[in-house]
């Protein structure tokens, strides 16, 4: 089966789309149409330079070329989410944030590609980037969640946190609620995601798949991996970065910074 492919003349046409929301935001005085307008162009222009990279090295298969690659995202992905940051953070919750970032989607990668597809070699281009893309993208989202729902507990609850170390609660203890809250933050957009999966909507990566003439049940198994994937990865994501990161409030006499 032949993909159908897109002239660029087709492609300018689906701007259509992005004038029409600009046209509701300037009627209804939402004034985004800058932001909608930069989001765009940026958009583009990012994907044009991806799609370019990513053909050289697809074209050009090396463990050292796809390695470099996952840095990059991972570096982009990492840089995102201290700028996505609602409220301000320390050096060390920086570098909690990162690492737990690495560990949780490296580790997953590594494991769905060469434990469950057990793709050969394991750099392969072709499968490990756009796996690794969606797991680092939705890790990312879950951290950032998380690290927004986690350091606004901490300004709105500090009153409720020193009350209850005051009547004797360990630093944990105290911040239980705070931790639990931040980490189904994280999960639920995903698991809301997987309640309509197949019903609603088709994901993203088996629609990929349909369209490229991959049968419907192969590209099925795929989408179901990808998606115990990314809740696994986004989990030990998650675990990492508020077992270690609500520490970060706290000094050594388990007193609030």
Request: avoid cysteine; charged fraction near 10%; hydrophobic fraction near 55%.
């Amino acid at each position: 089966m032949n993909i159908i492919d897109i002239s660029y003349l087709q492609l300018a046409i689906s701007f259509i789309f992005i004038i029409l929301l600009m046209v509701i935001s300037f009627i209804r005085k939402i004034g985004k149409q800058k932001l909608i307008l930069i989001a765009s162009i940026r958009m583009t222009l990012q994907l044009v330079a991806a799609g370019y990279l990513l053909t050289l090295v697809f074209k050009n298969p090396s463990w050292y070329l796809t390695t470099i690659t996952i840095i990059v995202m991972l570096f982009f992905a990492i840089i995102n989410i201290f700028k996505r940051s609602i409220n301000p953070i320390s050096k060390k919750l920086k570098l909690i944030v990162a690492g737990s970032l690495i560990a949780g989607s490296v580790f997953t990668i590594s494991f769905f590609i060469i434990v469950i597809i057990r793709v050969t070699p394991w750099y392969s281009p072709q499968y490990f980037i756009p796996i690794a893309g969606m797991i680092i993208g939705n890790s990312m989202t879950g951290i950032l969640l998380g690290l927004n729902k986690m350091s606004g507990d901490f300004i709105e609850m500090k009153d409720i946190i020193e009350n209850s170390l005051m009547l004797g609660a360990t630093a944990k203890q105290a911040t239980k609620e705070i931790v639990n809250k931040s980490i189904e933050t994280s999960l639920l957009p995903t698991l809301n995601s997987m309640l309509g999966m197949g019903i609603i909507s088709l994901p993203g990566m088996m629609t990929g798949q349909i369209l490229s003439g991959t049968l419907p049940t192969v590209a099925i198994k795929y989408q179901i991996g990808i998606m115990f994937a990314i809740l696994g990865a986004i989990t030990i994501t998650v675990i990492i970065f508020v077992m270690l990161g609500y520490k970060t409030y706290f000094n050594k006499r388990e007193q609030l910074n």
